[in-house]
T-cell receptor
Framework: QKEVEQDPGPLSVPEGAIVSLNCTYSNSAFQYFMWYRQYSRKGPELLMYTYSSGNKEDGRFTAQVDKSSKYISLFIRDSQPSDSATYLCAMTPYSSASKIIFGSGTRLSIRP | NAGVTQTPKFRVLKTGQSMTLLCAQDMNHEYMYWYRQDPGMGLRLIHYSVGEGTTAKGEVPDGYNVSRLKKQNFLLGLESAAPSQTSVYFC?????????????FGPGTRLTVL
C-alpha cells in the first residue's frame, strides 16, 4: 500500500465550479503538507503549504488538513480554464525537503 | 533570470548506453535535487546535494550517480541504462532544505530506454 493515495482522475468540471481535490495517507507522523500544480510538460510548482492540522487560504485556493482522518484537501473556488493542470499532494514528517512523499497527482480539466 | 534549466529535453537510449543529464540554476541556491516521475508513482527523489561538492542518496538512487562540482550545476549520470529507467526526470533547487522554502523545478527531461 502506498503511503500517499491520490485519485488520478481525470476530473472535469465547468468553469466557475468549486473543485475539491483530496489525498489520504497512512503515516500518522506526517506533519508538513503541500500541494503542487503541474502544467502539461512542465515541472511542478508549489501552490500551498500547511503545517499540522487546520485550514489555510490563499486567494481562490484553500488547503485543509484533517490529521485525525489522515485526509487532506485542496479547494479551488471560481475555477478557471487556467487551473487545468495536474495537482500533486505531498507530505513529510520532517521539515527537510529530502523526505517529501508525493502523491501520484490528479488531472483536472476546467471546461469553458 | 532563467531559473532552473535542464539539458537535454528529450533522449532515447538503447539498453546499456550511458548518458549525463545536466541541471543548471542561476538563483545561487545551495540545495539541488534530482527526481523521477513515473505514471501512477508520483515524484521520487533520486539524489540530492546540500552544497557544492556534496551529494546524498534519496529514495531511489540505484543505477544513478551524481556530481556537484559547481554550485550552479547538478549532473545526473546513468552508466548503463535499463528500460526501467524510462521516465521523466526533474531537477529542482531551493535556498534551504526546509519544505516551506519553495523548490523550483526545471521543465524535465523525457528519457526513453529501449
Amino acid at each position: 500500500q502506498k503511503e500517499v493515495e491520490q485519485d488520478p482522475g481525470p476530473l472535469s468540471v465547468p468553469e466557475g465550479a468549486i473543485v475539491s481535490l483530496n489525498c489520504t495517507y497512512s503515516n500518522s507522523a506526517f506533519q508538513y503538507f503541500m500541494w503542487y500544480r503541474q502544467y502539461s510538460r512542465k515541472g511542478p510548482e508549489l501552490l500551498m503549504y500547511t503545517y499540522s492540522s487546520g485550514n489555510k487560504e490563499d486567494g481562490r485556493f484553500t488547503a485543509q488538513v484533517d490529521k485525525s482522518s489522515k485526509y487532506i484537501s485542496l479547494f479551488i473556488r471560481d475555477s478557471q480554464p487556467s487551473d487545468s493542470a495536474t495537482y500533486l499532494c505531498a507530505m513529510t514528517p520532517y521539515s527537510s525537503a529530502s523526505k517529501i512523499i508525493f502523491g501520484s497527482g490528479t488531472r483536472l480539466s476546467i471546461r469553458p | 533570470n532563467a531559473g532552473v534549466t535542464q539539458t537535454p529535453k528529450f533522449r532515447v537510449l538503447k539498453t546499456g548506453q550511458s548518458m549525463t543529464l545536466l541541471c543548471a540554476q542561476d538563483m545561487n541556491h545551495e540545495y539541488m535535487y534530482w527526481y523521477r516521475q513515473d505514471p501512477g508513482m508520483g515524484l521520487r527523489l533520486i539524489h540530492y546535494s546540500v552544497g557544492e561538492g556534496t551529494t546524498a542518496k534519496g529514495e531511489v538512487p540505484d543505477g544513478y550517480n551524481v556530481s556537484r562540482l559547481k554550485k550552479q550545476n547538478f549532473l545526473l549520470g546513468l552508466e548503463s541504462a535499463a528500460p526501467s529507467q524510462t521516465s521523466v526526470y526533474f531537477c529542482a533547487s531551493s535556498s534551504t532544505e526546509q519544505v516551506y522554502n519553495e523548490q523550483f523545478f526545471g521543465p524535465g527531461t523525457r528519457l526513453t530506454v529501449l
